[in-house]
């Protein structure tokens, strides 16, 4: 509400318009209509300085007071007793209000002072509202703030076991298990678990704002952890967290984590439990006490009244349960791989450098492009380094590549010729691991498409006759000088032919190093 009165005090005193509007956090046209209508009035400081800003307000707006006054005052007692039913909001009773006055011919309220009427009566009366929940509506989930603990047989230090309490809106029947972390993994087994106990899931969850349920907070809009949606999701349920630094949101888990503290964390402060599941059947049976023991103020119990009202409403459960699954971002790289826990799994390699979302559950790795599955792997275990690739991803020159293999290069040379089959067969000798030689292999397809399979038989059998093992380097020198194309006449086509200096070029003859030739 504008402070009429601040206005019109600093304004007595000589301060601007402007600095006026600054001090009372309003606008400065809304300080120059004040002033206005003061001087309409003729209203200053000296008259109104013992008025409090209502009365001002009636000074400077007679004409909004009387529109005020002709209007049909609501009946807030009858408001706030309709409010305690299912399903009555303050739109609805704002309509039947509405309908009333026109019935009688009276002008009713807006909506906004309607609202406001009922919120000053709550606030003078200090009235609190009841909210009765449907059965089956509604499962709130919390963290307990006081923690129990196991005992190490090895070193007797103190373990501490985080409580994990879920509660049932409408009968107040309770969930309640100890666990290890409060981490993720923790908190989705936990809900898991729960409603295996119950036999059945609720239409909304009810968490408070922690990281594992709730990745980023907001009034209006907040944002659910991507794998506790998943959950939620699988189980047909929808996630609305309750409010910051509002406890009445959930006051099932609040309440039942106060009781919960007193009649089982409390009354196993004397034992020990030397393992998780020694305190978790401990805190069953006293678990199944506090069900089955009776309300105070009303007949029954939380068990009897779970029995009888929420559990026929509650939702089935699905064939399976919930396998957990973490995400991850990840980018593809040029191999079109991608990493999750130091193993590698190929994407299609249309995908390279894209940021990808990667989902992870203990048998399967799925990648997600813009919430569309591209490809998922069998997830690998064992040492780090492993690759899992699926051949269509490759692009079509490394499908090609990939194809090839020992027996199929032998077959290909040998349709050449013997000579490029005893190359090749020596290519893929020369190595300790038969893969290393794929890559000269490879070479001599190209060459065979560059020079012709002819030359390339020709060059082979050149380079055999000078090495027994030669290698990709001496074919392609062979090729490259034409070599191949000179005949050279075979020591065994004309054997009894002596042998002379003079037939090799290369060779010095005996007259060069002074000796007569024999």
Known sequence: MTDYREILRLYSQGISQRSIAVSCGCSRNTVSTVLERAM?????????????????????????????????????EHIHRELARS??????????????????????????????????????????MHISRKPGEQLEVDWAGQTAHTVDRETGEKVTA??????????????????????????????????????????????????????????????????????????????????????????????????ISTWILAALRHEKFFTMRDLNEAIFEKLETFNSKDFQKKPGSRLSTFLAEEKPLLQPLPASSYELATWKIATVQFNYHISVDKM?????????????????????????????RIC?????????????????????????????????FI????????????????????????????????????????YSLTRLEDACAKALSYTPNPSYKNISTILKSGFDKVNVEKSDAQPNK?????????????????????
């Open 162 to 259: 985080y409580v994990f309490v879920a509660a049932l809106s409408s009968s107040q029947y309770a969930y309640v298990e100890a666990f290890p972390s409060q981490d993720l993994e923790c908190w989705i087994i936990a809900h898991v678990h729960a409603f295996q106990f119950f036999g059945g899931t609720t239409r909304i969850l009810v968490p408070d704002n922690l990281k594992t349920g709730v990745t980023k907070t907001s009034w209006y809009t907040p944002e659910i952890n991507r794998t506790y949606h998943e959950m939620a999701e699988h189980y047909g349920m929808a996630v609305i967290p309750a409010r910051v630094r509002k406890p009445k949101d959930k006051p099932s888990a609040e309440g039942t984590v106060g009781v």
């Open 344 to 372: 590698y799994y190929s994407v299609p390699y249309e995908y390279i450098r894209h940021q990808v979302d990667v989902r992870t559950t203990r048998n399967i790795i799925e990648v997600f492009y813009h919430n569309h």
């Open 87 to 128: 399903g009555v909001t303050l739109t609805l009773l704002w309509h039947e209000y509405c309908e009333k006055c026109r019935l009688y011919k009276e002008i009713p309220l807006k909506y906004t002072q309607f609202c406001n009427y009922y919120r000053k009566f709550a606030a003078t009366t200090k009235a609190t």
């Open 376 to 408: 998922s792997h069998p997830r690998i275990y064992g040492i780090p380094g492993q690759y899992s690739t699926t051949v269509e991803h490759m692009p079509d020159d490394h499908k090609q590549y990939i194809q090839w293999n020992a027996e199929r």
């Open 40 to 76: 309409q009035h003729t209203l200053d400081w000296d008259q109104v300085g013992a008025l409090t800003n209502s009365d001002l307000f009636q000074r400077l707006y007679p004409e909004k007071q009387q529109e005020l006054s002709s209007r049909s005052i609501p009946d807030c």
């Open 411 to 450: 077959h290909w040379a040998d349709n050449v010729g013997p000579h490029t089959k005893a190359v090749v067969q020596a290519i893929l000798a020369s190595h300790k691991i038969e893969q290393q030689g794929y890559r000269a292999c490879m070479a001599l397809l190209k060459m065979a498409d560059r």
């Open 498 to 518: 002596p042998k002379d200096t003079d037939d090799y070029s290369f060779t010095r003859g005996a007259g060069y190093y002074g000796r007569v030739k024999q």
